[in-house]
C-alpha cells in the first residue's frame, strides 16, 4: 500500500462552503463553533463536561444495552458502552442512512474516520475516554435513496412497499436479492464471506435497524464501535421537552431562518427549515406536523389535535415524534456526550446552519469535521497512469481539459495559439492608440475586428485539437477507459460503488488498509495505491 494526500481543493469535487470552512475563512467563522485540531478539542471538553449529566449518561448506556441484546458484542464495544456512563467519557459521531449492505464506499470512510479520530483524541488526552459512535437513522422515510447498492457496476436493487420510518422495515423479500447477488459474486473465500454477511444480516433479522446494526457491527465491532439508533423509547424521552418547545414556539424554524440571512449572502444554503421540523410517525407513515389555524394537523391524515392535546401526546406517545434533517442533530447532542460529528460536504454545510438553533436551544453545538474521501488505485491502474503519464492530480481533472491536455503533450503540432493570441493583441493594441490620434471613433470599430479576430482564432485552435484528438484516438481512448474506471460517471467513485467490490478482491486485509491510511485530521483527500 502506497497512501498519497492530495489538497481537498485540488480534486474539484468539494463546494466553496467546504473550502472555505477548512481554511477557516473569516466568513463561515460564525458559523461553527470550535475548530476541528487539537486546540478546539480541549476546548470541547470543557464545555461539553459542564453540559452532560449522570442521569442522561445512565439512560443512553441502558438504552445502548437494549439494542444491543441479541448481537455478538465485542469487548471493546462492551468496555465502551460501560464507559459511557462516566463524567471523562465522550463520544465522536457520525450518521448514516440504512442504506442496503452500506449503499456507497463513502459509510465506511465515514465510520473509520470516527473510529481513527477516537483513537487520536485518546491518544492526545489520556485522561479522557473517546467512544465511537454511529448513529443510524432509523426514522428516515426516503427508501429510494437506500434500497439498492453497486456491485461490478451492476444496480442490486429491492423492490419493497415502503411506508413509515426505513428502520422499522421488514426484511422480508431480501432473499431474492440475496439470490441475485450471489449469483455475481463466484465461490471464492471473500465471496463466501460477503454472502455470510448479507444473509445473517438480513435474512435473520426482522427489520432494517436490525439488520444494519449487525452488519455494522460484523464490520467494525473489533474497534469499539458503538451503534445508536435514535428510534428508542428512553432516548426519545431526553427529546420531548425540546419537541413541546418546538411544537409551542418553532424555534428550529426562527432560528435557522434568522442564520440563513447571513450564510446565503456568501454560500449556498444546503436545507430550508418548516414551521415545525418533525414529522409524527403513525403505523407505516412519518408525515409532517402542519399548524393551520392554532390545530396542528398530520399531512395526508385526518389525524389532528388541539394545542393542549399534542403536549399531552407528547408525554403519552414520545415515539409519535420525529425530528426531520433540522432537528436531529440537536437529537443527537441532547443523547450524547458528543465533541465531534464527522460528516461528507453537504452533511457539514447544513450543520454550518444550525449553531444559531442550538445556541437558543443552550445544547453545546459540536466540533465539525469533513470526514476522510478516498481514491482507490489498483497496481494495475497505477502503471497506466503511469505509462500515461497522468498525476494524481490531472488524474481530477474534467475529462474533455484532461484530453486537451495529454494530447497537446503528446503531440509535435504546434496547436496552442495563445502566443499568436498574444501577439494579435499587441497589434490591435497599437492600431487603437493610431486610432486614438486620428478618429476617436474608429475605436469601437477596431475593437470589434479584435473580437472577431481573436473569436476566429480560438475556433481554429478548437478545430485543430479535435482533429488532433481523432488522430490520436487510441491515446485517447485509453485516457477516457481508465478515468472512467476510477470516477465512475465522472463523479468521486466512493459515491458509486460498493464495499463488496472490493472485499471480494482483498478480502478483510481492505478494511485494515483503510484505517490504517484515514488520518482525520490531516485534512485532506487520500489516495491509495493497492499492490
Known amino acids: 500500500m502506497k497512501v498519497v494526500e492530495l489538497p481537498f481543493e485540488k480534486t474539484g469535487f468539494f463546494s466553496k462552503t467546504m473550502l472555505d470552512y477548512l481554511a477557516k475563512k473569516e ?91 477516537a483513537e487520536e483524541i485518546s491518544a492526545k488526552f489520556p485522561t479522557k475516554n473517546i467512544v465511537p459512535v454511529y448513529w443510524m437513522a432509523s426514522e428516515d422515510h426516503d427508501f429510494e435513496e437506500i434500497n439498492y447498492f453497486n456491485f461490478q457496476e451492476k444496480k442490486v436493487q429491492w423492490n419493497a412497499a415502503s411506508g413509515g420510518a426505513v428502520g422499522r422495515i421488514s426484511t422480508k423479500g431480501l432473499e431474492h436479492v440475496f439470490e441475485e447477488f450471489s449469483s455475481h459474486l463466484g465461490s471464492s473465500k471473500n465471496a463466501e464471506k460477503l454472502k455470510e454477511l ?32 435514535g428510534d428508542d423509547l428512553a432516548l426519545k424521552k431526553l427529546l420531548a421537552p425540546f419537541v413541546k418547545d418546538e411544537l409551542e414556539n418553532e424555534t428550529s424554524f426562527r432560528a435557522v431562518s434568522e442564520t440563513i440571512a447571513a450564510l446565503e449572502k456568501n454560500y449556498k444554503v444546503q436545507v430550508n427549515p418548516r414551521a415545525i421540523n418533525l414529522f409524527y410517525l403513525h403505523e407505516n407513515s412519518r408525515e409532517r406536523i402542519l399548524l393551520k389555524n392554532g390545530v396542528y394537523q398530520i399531512n395526508n391524515t385526518d389525524i389532528t389535535f388541539s394545542k393542549e392535546e399534542i403536549l399531552k401526546e407528547v408525554d403519552k406517545n414520545p415515539m409519535a415524534f420525529s425530528p426531520n434533517v433540522i432537528m436531529r442533530p440537536l437529537y443527537q447532542e441532547i443523547v450524547l456526550p458528543n465533541l465531534c460529528y464527522i460528516g461528507g460536504g453537504g452533511e457539514i454545510a447544513y450543520w454550518l446552519e444550525l449553531k444559531n438553533y442550538f445556541d437558543k436551544a443552550r445544547v453545546t453545538f459540536p466540533i465539525l469535521l469533513l470526514r476522510n474521501s478516498v481514491q482507490i488505485i489498483s497496481e494495475k491502474q497505477q502503471k497506466k497512469l503511469a505509462s500515461l503519464k497522468i498525476s494524481h492530480q490531472e488524474l481530477f ?135
Not at 450518521?95 to 473510529?115: A, R, W
Not at 444473509?199 to 451503534?227: C, D, M, P, Q, W
Not at 474534467?398 to 484530453?403: I, N, P
Not at 467513485?493 to 490531516?522: I, M, V
Open 198 to 229: 448479507f444473509s445473517e444480516g438480513y435474512l435473520k433479522h426482522e427489520n432494517l435497524a436490525l439488520a444494519t446494526r449487525y452488519i455494522a457491527n460484523e464490520l467494525f465491532k473489533e474497534y469499539g464501535l458503538v451503534i445508536v439508533d
Open 397 to 531: 481533472l474534467k475529462q474533455q481539459e484532461l484530453l486537451s491536455k495529454k494530447v497537446l503533450e503528446n503531440t509535435e503540432i504546434d496547436i496552442d495559439f495563445n502566443c499568436k493570441i498574444n501577439d494579435l493583441k499587441k497589434h490591435f493594441l497599437e492600431l487603437k492608440e493610431v486610432a486614438k490620434k486620428t478618429d476617436v471613433s474608429f475605436v469601437g470599430a477596431v475593437n470589434a475586428q479584435e473580437k472577431k479576430q481573436i473569436k476566429g482564432l480560438e475556433n481554429l485552435q478548437k478545430r485543430l485539437l479535435r482533429a488532433e484528438k481523432r488522430r490520436q484516438k487510441e491515446l485517447v481512448d485509453r485516457i477516457t477507459t481508465l478515468q472512467n474506471q476510477l470516477l465512475p460517471n465522472q463523479s468521486l467513485e466512493e459515491r458509486q460503488r460498493n464495499f463488496s467490490d472490493y472485499y471480494l478482491a482483498y478480502g478483510p486485509a481492505f478494511l485494515d488498509t483503510l484505517k490504517a491510511a484515514l488520518k482525520p485530521l490531516a485534512h485532506q483527500f487520500t489516495i491509495i495505491e493497492l499492490s
Open 27 to 117: 466568513s463561515i467563522a460564525p458559523f461553527y463553533h470550535n475548530c476541528p485540531n487539537l486546540v478546539g478539542f480541549k476546548n470541547q471538553f470543557e464545555e461539553k463536561e459542564k453540559w452532560c449529566n449522570l442521569e442522561t449518561r445512565n439512560v443512553l448506556s441502558k438504552s445502548l444495552e437494549k439494542q444491543y441484546q441479541g448481537f455478538d458484542l465485542s469487548e471493546a464495544t462492551q468496555k465502551n458502552i460501560a464507559l459511557l456512563q462516566q463524567k471523562n467519557t465522550f463520544t465522536v459521531t457520525t450518521g448514516h442512512q440504512l442504506n442496503l449492505f452500506t449503499g456507497p464506499l463513502y459509510f465506511l470512510y465515514k465510520i473509520l474516520s470516527t473510529i481513527n479520530l
